[in-house]
């Protein structure tokens, strides 16, 4: 046990209170001398303070301490010694087999101590306290120590203010002291200030907030400032307690002082100087206060709207620092994305109509090797298993509706595999002296990984390096160079572009309906360009080959069938359809694909010149029969479906079946590393949906960064915390796997038909399959009317995505200085290459000014020079990614295995910096410790493991860069 033998002996001898029991007992001890052996008894002053029951070297109460118990988790009976009737023994749990027996005088003093001590327990404190407590709740119908819990005093449970849902207003307090004097042994007192309420007709004080804990100070200020409920009782009343902290990592302290003042009167003067006194009516120094600002103040509009809608659950923490020039009021923004839950839903939605395509592909194969028949057998029965684990989680993410966050501790859950891993929205607002205010977000988010999986495999960078090379192997891999993802995103290609097509056929019938030439020729201009690009994919090297190698296969089954004239009818091959000129027939031959494609080519050229006649020959008049122009066009609509169909149909077969055959010995393997990649994928899109909205609110005013958008996308960067050892090897590799996949995402804007959006705003649309997604962002009217023309139309807002890596735990030092860390430089040089690329475009885009422009290069040469220095833990890397980031206004992400401890330390760390760089910020060390102490960090990290401190150990945090280190108690043993 943790103890300080001073304070313990200050107790014992000169405790303030008045012992519970104290007189002389008898210990029996062992004495081990040259002529005497065996136990003695010792006369020894004893006295019972609280649960702590002390004995002294001899029987005078003068004498010094020698010992003491604490009095939990023991036992006392009665002890049979006929050399000492009067006495008892006391076991401990810990030490069941070493009694303690201790006599007394008389039979009567023996039984008042053996009363006296057990009664001392806390435990069973404890258990009387709850027996009362349940026996009044009985009584009364309400529970008496429901206030008593709310003011607890200590410092594991920071107050902060939160906007969702309050309607009560409130106001900010700061605070400083002056001479509060010093402890017993004459040391300066480490002062934290708790706030409490009293409002009548209550008669319990409760707790409002508390500040931080100033270090060794006697006239400490704060840099919390502390936030107050506003009541409407004018007798109201306001308690500042002052506690000197004694020791961080117990969070132990003593009251100094209190001071009282009326709502009333403060809200009235504002600013005040008020005495403290302690407990003895003594005066103990003095307490500044000062009101700082109300609620309508607080509430901005830079994030209310964010609020509103896009984010729940926000937790606010204030400070007050001094800077160069004047006071920083900074606000910590904390809150949970509304969207965690809903978009996992909506792919999981589109990855079962996916997969069931696919399935109806691989049954309607009209070419088939006989001998891949347990394959395709083999490949649907996995693809219906997917589908169903897929229909389960959908089905568990319904039963967690009106949930936004997924806590760390059930980061193995099956049921929510599919969430990310603690996601939440960080934004920090800062006023100066200067009259704008500024905003800095960031999204805290855990690994995209899948922690309910095994990493004894690796990740999926590794997995998916195993699975090509076994698939090199394969037979039809010797005379082919197309890998499996290739012909997959053709195959989706041809799929997309097909219905794509066929619905524009039927838009243009529908126009020819309607007699409009305008939209006749807007129908078929869109119809030309679909089609344009199914062309296209048509003529890829892997469409022709394959079709032929299909083609090849047919023309053999043909061959074999005319040798058996008795076969059945159904046995003469496969009959193909081919265009004879004026209808399709079917033939015993293969048409070839170079005819099939003219066809197809040709039947669009006949349509769109029949569309060009109608519209001149009808161009002088005002409106045309209907029946006409429709009866005129539907036919060649017709014909051109059926050729879109057949050429889409060979194609989809041929690449089925090569599909098909990358299956024949990998198919198990592939179908569960495609579950682990849908997994991370769907963390990853959530977390980036959730930052896209937020950026794109926070700069919807501001028509150079729309347009940036426009010209070169968004430029995302996350910042990992992540080592090259163990399973965050694997984390880290599933995380690069996600990034890769993140780039196939584009959004879009839609115009919603509601106004205003409140707790029921309209969630996103996503469309397109695995290999390509869009991301319909609905935006009200007066939003949308704000965005550029491009926008308005449907241009794609592409993603660009960059990961900087740095582990910073012992897991890297370990990696570092017995592994390797050759994924961790990969990454970055990769990162690094595309940032260069971004950064090319960005100077050709924006207009910036010559000193904007000198800094943005100035970062970029750091950062290339970062990312080649061979150094151990470089976080330089990371801190000058971040600030080009925010200078090219990109997107910021921070993670970690859970993003609560290690996420924590670097998104306070760059609060702290931003601070220092852009505000002149005074005091760097005491902005950052108030941050991670009493910031909204320390509440992320209960929400994750019920307990506020950070998972890290003294051990540990030898081994982390100076910088990320948390203060002192507020970390310890817990949940990582």
């Not at 929510?416 to 607002?429: A, D, I, K, S, W």
């Not at 892997?542 to 074999?560: H, I, K, Q, T, Y």
């Not at 004026?582 to 029949?610: C, Y």
């Not at 179908?671 to 794109?696: E, H, K, P, W």
């Amino acid at each position: 046990m943790r103890s300080n033998l001073k304070e313990l002996a200050s107790l014992a001898r000169f405790s303030k209170r008045k012992a519970d029991k104290e007189s002389v007992l008898y210990f029996r001890e062992k004495q081990d001398g040259l002529f005497k052996r065996g136990d003695v008894f010792v006369e020894r002053w004893c006295r019972l303070v609280g649960n702590l029951f002390f004995y002294f070297k001899s029987s005078e109460p003068t004498s010094e301490p020698a010992g003491v118990f604490l009095l939990e988790r023991f036992s006392i009976e009665y002890n049979v010694d006929p050399d000492m009737p009067s006495s008892f023994r006391m076991l401990f749990d810990a030490e069941c087999d070493k009694p303690y027996v201790i006599a007394a005088r008389t039979d009567a003093d023996r039984d008042s101590w053996m009363q006296a001590l057990q009664g001392a327990s806390i435990e069973r404190l404890r258990l009387q306290m709850e027996t009362l407590r349940d026996a009044i709740r009985k009584k009364t119908g309400h529970d008496p120590m429901e206030n008593v819990e709310q003011c607890s005093a200590t410092s594991e449970a920071p107050s902060l203010s939160s906007s969702t849902g309050q309607t009560r207003s409130k106001f900010h307090v700061g605070l400083a002291c002056c001479n509060l004097p010093n402890d017993s042994l004459g040391r300066s007192p480490n002062p934290l200030v708790l706030v409490s309420q009293l409002t009548p007709p209550h008669y319990q004080w409760s707790k409002c907030d508390q500040t931080e804990v100033v270090e060794k100070s006697n006239s400490p200020r704060f840099a919390k400032t502390v936030c107050v409920l506003e009541s409407k009782d004018e007798d109201t009343k306001l308690k500042f307690s002052v506690f000197d902290m004694k020791e961080r990592m117990t969070t132990t302290m003593v009251p100094i002082g209190d001071a009282l003042i009326t709502q009333e009167q403060f809200l009235t003067e504002r600013s005040l100087v008020l005495p403290l006194f302690n407990s003895s009516e003594n005066s103990v120094g003095c307490i500044a206060i000062e009101l700082i600002r109300s609620s309508e103040n607080e509430a901005k509009q830079s994030y209310a709207e964010v609020e509103q809608f896009l984010f729940v659950n926000s937790l606010c923490a204030n400070f007050q620092f001094d800077a160069i020039r004047g006071l920083l009021h900074v606000t910590e923004l904390m809150a949970e994305s509304r969207i965690c839950f809903a978009v996992p839903k909506l792919l999981l939605n589109l990855w079962m109509h996916e997969e069931q395509r696919k399935i109806e592909d691989i049954e309607n194969l009209s070419t088939f090797p006989k001998e891949l028949e347990m394959v395709r057998q083999e490949v649907i029965n996995l693809k219906t298993r997917l589908i169903e684990a897929y229909t389960q989680s959908s089905l568990y993410l319904d039963e967690h509706e009106g949930h936004f966050h997924k806590p760390s501790r059930d980061k193995g859950s099956r049921e929510t595999e599919f969430v990310p891993v603690n996601l939440h929205f960080q934004r920090m607002c800062v006023t100066d002296s200067r009259p704008q205010e500024y905003i800095y977000d960031a999204i805290t988010v855990g690994a995209f990984t899948a922690h309910a999986q095994s990493y004894k495999q690796g990740g999926l960078y590794a997995q998916l390096a195993k699975l090509e090379e076994s698939r090199q192997s394969l037979p039809h891999r010797q005379s082919k160079s197309f890998d499996h993802e290739s012909v997959h995103g053709v195959l989706e290609n041809l799929h997309s572009l097909r219905e794509e097509i066929r619905r524009q056929c039927d838009h243009l019938c529908y126009c020819a309906n309607q007699g409009s030439g305008k939209m006749l020729k807007e129908s078929s201009d869109l119809l030309a360009d679909k089609s344009r690009q199914l062309f296209e994919v048509g003529e890829l090297p892997v469409v022709c080959e394959l079709v032929s190698s299909v083609d090849r296969m047919v023309a053999g089954d043909l061959d074999a069938s005319k040798q058996e004239p008795a076969a059945s009818a159904e046995a003469e091959g496969p009959a193909q359809w081919r265009w004879s000129g004026t209808k399709f027939v079917k033939t015993p031959t293969v048409e070839p694909w170079d005819v099939t494609r003219v066809n197809t080519e040709a039947a669009l050229i006949s349509l769109l010149a029949k569309v060009e006649e109608v519209i001149d020959v009808q161009s002088g008049e005002q409106r045309v029969a209907e029946t006409f122009w429709l009866s005129l066009v539907s036919p060649l609509v017709i014909n051109y479906k059926n050729n879109v169909d057949l050429v889409t149909h060979r194609a989809c077969d041929a690449l089925t079946l090569y599909s098909l055959m990358e299956d024949v010995s990998t198919a198990s393997v592939a179908q569960s590393i495609q579950y682990r990649r849908d997994v991370i994928f769907s963390q990853g899109l959530t977390a980036l949906v959730s930052g896209f909205y937020a950026i794109i609110w926070a700069n919807i005013d501001s028509m150079a960064f729309l347009q940036q958008l426009v010209s070169i996308g968004l430029l995302v960067q996350y910042e990992s915390l992540l080592s090259c050892h163990g399973d965050e090897m694997a984390m880290l590799e599933d995380t690069m796997v996600a990034m890769q996949d993140l780039d196939s995402v584009q959004f879009k804007f839609e115009e919603s038909s509601r106004e205003v959006f409140d707790h029921t705003f309209d969630p996103p649309k996503i469309t397109g399959g695995r290999l390509r997604y869009t991301v319909h962002v609905l935006v009200p009217p007066h939003i949308f009317a704000r965005l550029p023309k491009e926008l308005k139309r449907g241009h794609g807002i592409r993603v660009v995505h960059v990961i900087f890596s740095i582990g910073i735990n012992e897991q890297a030092t370990l990696a570092e200085t017995f592994g390797d860390v050759k994924l961790q430089e990969l990454i970055n040089y990769k990162s690094l290459h595309k940032l260069q690329n971004y950064f090319i475009n960005f100077e050709e885009v924006l207009n910036l000014s010559e000193d904007d422009r000198r800094c943005v290069n100035d970062l970029m040469k750091e950062l290339n020079m970062a990312v080649f220095a061979k150094r151990s833990k470089n976080t330089d890397i990371l801190r000058i990614a971040a600030e080009l980031a925010r200078e090219m206004n990109g997107l910021r992400f921070t993670m970690c295995k859970s993003a609560k401890d290690r996420s924590s330390m670097a998104i306070t760390l760059e609060q702290a910096n931003i601070l220092k760089q852009r505000h002149n910020l005074a005091d760097f060390e005491q902005a950052l410790n108030s941050m991670r102490s009493v910031g909204t960090r320390r509440e992320n990290v209960a929400k994750n493991t019920n307990t506020r401190k950070y998972a890290f150990t003294s051990m540990q945090l030898l081994t982390f860069p100076k910088q990320y280190r948390p203060p002192s108690g507020t970390y310890g043993l817990g949940e990582t």
